[in-house]
């Protein structure tokens, strides 16, 4: 049984343009988004077989494994909802407030999650997240898809740095791609995001 399975598109492929393309949000969803759901599933079923065949050999890439593709699941289908054709500008209300107090204004922080973004080192991941225990938004810079972030963070807007994101429409040249992706920026799925993680208890 499946466990994980590819969420749809809340949108055409070609309805971002001309910010994002149509050919990228195809291949990117139907290719590479389904091989991370694809991923999750065998790896879990490797570890039930593991466990029946009493073997843990394998215990160390099973483990990378499994957080690599329940990663790249949850962070593409949180990157498909936090763009729209209708998207860009600015948020309001709470969000806005706590963008203000937390980073000093919106501005800065749209600098310093470009800068994330743009300047991972490698493949990665720019984050907004909401952060628990001090109960404040930050800016994470993820690695791959799992690495170097707090443990208890909730992605609340991700911004794909991985070059199958961007190369087919900008080239070498991400910090375009990340210029353009403020243009379709849904922050009306944002702040839904952000008021439900606020929502739950801090585990500290
Ligand atoms: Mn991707």
Do not use: C
Request: aromatic fraction near 10%; glycine fraction near 8%.
């Amino acid at each position: 049984m499946s466990l994980y399975t590819l969420p749809e598109l809340p949108y055409s492929p070609g309805a971002l343009e001309p910010h994002y393309s149509g050919e990228i949000v195809a291949l990117h969803h139907d290719k590479h988004h389904a091989a991370y759901v694809k991923g999750a599933n065998d790896t879990l079923e490797a570890m039930a077989a593991a466990r029946e065949a009493g073997d843990h050999s394998a215990i160390n890439m099973l483990s990378r494994s499994y957080a690599f593709h329940v990663s790249g699941h949850v962070l593409h289908s949180i990157f498909w909802t936090n763009m729209s054709p209708d998207g860009g500008g600015r948020p309001d209300g709470e969000l806005a407030a706590a963008i203000d107090e937390h980073f000093g204004g919106f501005d800065r922080m749209q600098a310093q999650l470009t800068a994330a973004t743009v300047n991972v080192q490698g493949i990665g991941w720019g984050a907004l997240a909401w952060e628990p225990v001090a109960q404040r938004l930050v800016i994470e810079q993820i690695h791959d898809h799992q690495g170097n972030v707090g443990a208890g963070s909730v992605p609340l807007l991700v911004i794909d740095s991985w070059e199958h994101a961007y190369f087919l429409q900008y080239k070498n040249v991400k910090a375009d791609f990340v210029k353009a992706f403020w243009n379709i920026a849904n922050w009306q799925d944002v702040a839904r995001r952000f008021e439900a993680a606020r929502e739950v208890p801090p585990t500290v």
